[in-house]
Structures are given as C-alpha cells and as structure tokens.
C-alpha cells in the first residue's frame, strides 16, 4: 500500500510540502518556546524581586521581628512560600517552615542570592536546596538593618506557571500544523492539475492523436518543458507522416513490381511479399512470420536461404547474393535472387526476387536447338566442299583454277572448324559432364602438345609445363584436353615469333590453379569483360583465323567440371594470363589416363 501510495507523483509532492512545513513550524516553535522559556523567567525574577522587596518593607516597619514575618506571610498568602530572615553574618533569625529549628541550619552568607542581596540589595538564584531536598527559586532583599529577607519558591510551581503559558503556544502550533497539511493537499492538488494538461496530450500523442498541443501552464518553470513537449510532439508527427509516406511508397512500388519480391526477417521467417509473388504462390500471403520451406515447397531456396543467413556480412563487405532457379510443376522457371545487406542485418534478414524467365529459358533452348540442328545439317555439305576442293587440289588445273580451289578449301576448313565448335558448345549445354573422375594432368598436356605441335613449329614456339607430376584433379579428361588445346592454340595465334608459351600449376588449399601464359600483345581492359562471349573477338586480332568460339568452349568446359575462369592481362609481369582452378583429385581413387581414353 505505501509503495503504491509513494508511486503517485502528487502524493510525494504533498509529502514534500508537508515536510517542509511541518520542519519549519517545529524548529519555529522550539525557537519561540526556547526565548518565552527565558522571557518567563526573567518575568518571574522581577516579580519575585518586587515582592521581596515590598516584603522586607513590611518586615522594617513590623514593632518585632516575627510580628513583621506575620505580616510578610499574610502579603503572601496566595504563594506557597517559604520566608526566612538572617543577620548580617548569614545565621539564620526566623524560618516559616514549620518542623525547622533555625539554629540547625547551616550559616547562608555563601548562598549566591545572599550573597548578591549583601552586595547590590537585592539577589536571585535558582538552585537546590540542602535542607529540603528539593529545588527552588530564591529572591533576598537587605534591611537597613543588614539584615537578609529571603523567600523561597519551589521550583516545580515555576514551571506550572511557564507550562500554562507555554500551552496556548502549543495550541497554536497544533492549528499550524492543520494548516500544513491542508496547504500540502492544496498544492499537490494545484501542481497535479496543471501537469494534468500534458498527461492528457502525451496519452493522446500515444493513441496517435498527433495535433495536440498544451496550453501554457502557470509558472515560468514550466515554459521549457511545455515547448519540448510541443516540439516533440510535432517531430513525431513528422516523422510518422514520412514513415507512413515511405510504407505507401514502397507498396505501391511493391504491387505495381511484375517479379515476385519476398523479404525475411534475421530468422529466416516471411515479413511481407508483393502481389507479384502471391499470383506465384498463393499460400505465401498467408504464411506471414512461418519459414519459406512452409509456403514456398522448394528445399534448394531453403538452404540458400539459411546459408546465406549464416555467412558473415561486414560493413566492408556490405552486402552478400546467391542466386538460383526454380523450376515449377507448372513449368514455370524462375529466377531468384536473394541479397542480404550487411548494414541492417540485425533488422533485416534478407530480400528474395523472383523472375520470370520461361520465356528465355523456352528461347535458350530453341536456340540451343537451332545451334545444334543447324551446325549438324551443315556438317555433310561441308565435308562434301572440302573433300571436292582437296580434290581439285590434286588434280592438274591452271594457276587460277588452284587459286579458287585453295580458297575453297581454306574456307571449307574455317567453317567446318566453327561447325565443330558449335557442336562442342551445343553438347555443353544441352548435358551436364557427369560424374567427375580423377584426372592426371601431365598426361593430358603430352597429348595437347602433340595435337598443337605442328602449329607452334610454324611460328618457332615452345610449350614449357612447370607442372608437378602428382598434380591430379577432379574433372573430365576429354573437357580437361580441350581447355588446354584450346588456351594453347590462342596462345600460339598472338605469341611473339621464337616465344614461349608457358602453363602453371599452382596448389591453392584444395584447389589446383592452372595459367596458361603467352607474351602477346595482351587484350585491352574495354575488351576483357566480353572476351568468353561466343563470336567475341578482338578488333585487331580477327585476321588471325579464330571463331571466337574457343574461350566460351573454356570457360563452360572449366565450369562443368566445378571450376571457374578468369583473365589476368596484363598479368604483373605483362604478359597475358589465362587462369582457371578444380579441385584437387581424391588421395585413393582411381585415376583416369588421358592417353587410353583418346585411344578409346
């Protein structure tokens, strides 16, 4: 209950109040009882002075001395008094005190008030009292005589009298102190009311009421805390109204988007997605906070989901992709990107867009198709033109006979090798390689530079291999010899006369990477990112008979076999760099001879 109570703001402002009021009124009340203590007691000395004085009047005047202490006692018969008279040597004469014998009594000239009454006339002092016991308050006067009148007042009859005075101050501080507390509820009261006024616009500003504003409330002090309250309340209203702006900006791009767009959460659970992707797949709109596995049945998108929420985004690396495709019962394909950005990771999980691309997958195959059909139909006639203009060749004709019999045949032989580039190419893409075996490398470079020799003896070229004879990886012996055939013949169009063309193996982890390097005339940096399209030759190196087809037969020749390749040009030596990396070979398989396969 008093946690409760001590919770409540105007209960601790009045607490406050009343004790401040209440310290202030006791420490005003023992001050005010402290200095009427001391102005009672100056009183009373008076007072007992001037009756001491009138007394020792009576007692000069009375024929005898106990006549006169008669008189003295019925002046004071409203005071419980006690009178004595000494002699000048302090003996004690007379005592009213009944049971008293004055001559027991000690000799008083060393009492303070008698000794005062002998000095000035007239002495008081408050003290105790050997012969009684008990303390009193004392007041002497001196006669002409040199005798001593002094009278007695027990002590506790003082303070009767100072304690009926000292009540009515009490009584007083007793209404104070009901005026406190009622002053402390009134101001509590006040404050609570005024601050009522803001309680009420920042619940309103909490409900989304965001156009309150506060009055200006009593008291100066309040001035900085009304203006921050208004200016927080009109920045907050700004900012909802950009954030709702953002939100109906970013649906409305959403809806009108024709690719499908999912956005995960750091878990991996769906947020939000656009119409696009429920006209994909209905059940995602109502999967909100489930996994993607639950709406979207494909477990290749959960994995690459989850890896790449498990891959470690830096502010340096900003952002990580993977990228897969999706074929659907319904033979749709999809495309879909899915991009986590490192700078609101612990926000964002991650952004999945799916494309529609059936309809280039439908236009890839029927190119393939067409490739492969084409390059098939064209390889009779072919064969026929070039075997007729070998034929020509042989036969005795003029000059000029020869000279188109030679064209012929240059030609026939240009075309036929693109037909069967095209068909390599057509056969890469149309299957998968397969199952990859353990391939010895050395072997396979023996073979090419066989099969390129009689080229490279034209121009005075040497193939030199710095390549470990252990060196083994997991490939295609057929796939893996055409990669170096065809990076050694491009080497050995552009390298300079008498040069060498050199291959590189080097170990990276469980990686081999393979350079095939020449000291050509390089490939110039506007060129580089096209150089493994098909048909993508050099302006200044079409006069060297290629197709334009070898380093595309390469790069998907490299991929097939789970590799990449990239181009180095100029390479830090400056010469020109082909590099491509596979796997290295298991320790115990078999492995495939290159040479009985060629045979075969």
């Known amino acids: 209950m008093m946690k409760h109570l001590w919770s409540s703001f105007r209960f601790r402002i009045f607490c406050a109040v009343l004790v401040v009021a209440l310290a202030s009124g006791i420490i005003g009340l023992f001050s005010v009882r402290a200095f009427l203590h001391a102005e009672q007691v100056d009183d009373f000395r008076e007072n007992m002075l001037?009756?001491?004085?009138?007394?020792?009047?009576?007692?000069?005047?009375?024929?005898?001395?106990?006549?006169?202490?008669?008189?003295?006692?019925?002046?004071?018969?409203?005071?419980?008094?006690?009178?004595?008279?000494?002699?000048?040597?302090?003996?004690?004469?007379?005592?009213?005190?009944?049971?008293?014998?004055?001559?027991?009594?000690?000799?008083?000239?060393d009492r303070p008030e008698m000794r005062q009454a002998a000095a000035e006339g007239a002495g008081f002092a408050i003290r105790h009292s050997a012969t009684l016991g008990q303390d009193f308050a004392y007041a002497a006067a001196a006669l002409d005589d040199g005798r001593i009148l002094r009278l007695a007042l027990p002590l506790p009859v003082l303070e009767d009298v100072i304690s009926g005075r000292m009540s009515v101050l009490f009584q007083v501080a007793a209404v104070a102190a009901v005026v406190a507390v009622l002053l402390a509820a009134v101001l509590s009261g006040a404050l609570r009311a005024s601050l009522r006024s803001m309680i009420d616009m920042v619940e309103a500003i909490s409900h989304g009421n965001f156009q309150r504003r506060l009055c200006r409330l009593p008291g100066q002090e309040f001035a900085p805390l009304v203006e921050a309250v208004d200016r927080m309340a009109t920045n907050i209203?700004?900012?909802?109204?950009?954030?709702?702006?953002?939100?109906?900006?970013?649906?409305?791009?959403?809806?009108?988007?024709?690719?499908?767009?999912?956005?995960?959460?750091?878990?991996?659970?769906?947020?939000?997605?656009?119409?696009?992707?429920?006209?994909?797949?209905?059940?995602?709109?109502?999967q909100l906070g489930a996994q993607v596995i639950e709406a979207i049945p494909h477990p290749a998108l959960q994995d690459a989901v989850d890896s790449l929420l498990a891959e470690e985004v830096d502010d340096e690396t900003l952002s990580a992709q993977r990228q897969l495709t999706l074929e659907l019962t319904s033979g749709v394909s999809l495309a879909v990107?899915?991009?986590?950005?490192?700078?609101?990771?612990?926000?964002?999980?991650?952004?999945?867009?799916?494309?529609?691309?059936?309809?280039?997958?439908?236009?890839?195959?029927v190119r393939r198709d067409f490739v492969a059909n084409v390059s098939h139909e064209l390889r009779t006639p072919l064969t026929a033109i070039q075997g007729s203009a070998e034929t020509l060749l042989e036969l005795e004709g003029t000059p000029q006979e020869r000279r188109f019999a030679e064209i012929i045949y240059r030609h026939a032989c240009s075309l036929s090798r693109m037909v069967d580039d095209l068909l390599q190419?057509?056969?890469?893409?149309?299957?998968?390689?397969?199952?990859?075996?353990?391939?010895?490398?050395?072997?396979?470079?023996?073979?090419?530079?066989?099969?390129?020799?009689?080229?490279?003896?034209?121009?005075?070229?040497?193939l030199v291999a710095q390549v470990p004879d252990t060196c083994t990886v997991r490939g295609n012996a057929r796939l893996l010899m055409q990669v170096f055939r065809n990076l050694v013949e491009n080497a050995s169009r552009y390298a300079p006369d008498g040069s060498d063309i050199r291959i590189f193996a080097l170990p990276e982890g469980d990686m081999w990477r393979f350079r095939v390097v020449d000291d050509g005339p390089g490939i110039p940096a506007a060129d580089q990112g096209r150089i493994f399209e098909r048909f993508y030759q050099v302006e200044r190196h079409r006069s060297q008979g290629g197709t334009g087809l070898g380093l595309a037969i390469c790069k998907h020749a490299v991929e097939q076999c789970g590799g990449c390749m990239s181009l180095r040009s100029p390479a830090p030596d400056g010469s020109t760099s082909f590099e491509f990396t596979l796997a290295r070979a298991g320790e115990n398989a078999p492995v495939t001879d290159p040479a009985k396969e060629e045979n075969a």
């Open 237 to 286: 209203e700004r900012e909802v109204r950009h954030s709702a702006d953002q939100a109906a900006q970013l649906e409305a791009v959403l809806d009108t988007m024709s690719d499908g767009v999912l956005v995960l959460g750091p878990q991996g659970q769906i947020r939000r997605c656009n119409a696009a992707l429920v006209r994909l797949f209905p059940v995602v709109g109502r």
């Open 50 to 109: 001037r009756h001491t004085r009138l007394a020792a009047c009576l007692l000069q005047e009375a024929p005898d001395l106990t006549q006169g202490m008669r008189l003295v006692e019925k002046s004071l018969d409203d005071w419980p008094v006690r009178c004595s008279v000494s002699d000048a040597q302090g003996r004690i004469m007379l005592e009213s005190t009944s049971g008293v014998r004055p001559e027991s009594m000690d000799n008083h000239s």
């Open 337 to 365: 990107v899915l991009s986590r950005s490192g700078l609101a990771e612990d926000r964002l999980g991650l952004v999945a867009v799916f494309h529609d691309v059936s309809a280039f997958v439908r236009l890839e195959k």
């Open 425 to 462: 190419l057509a056969r890469l893409d149309a299957q998968h390689v397969g199952t990859l075996e353990d391939v010895a490398v050395c072997p396979v470079l023996e073979l090419v530079q066989g099969l390129c020799r009689s080229q490279m003896d034209r121009r005075g070229l040497r």
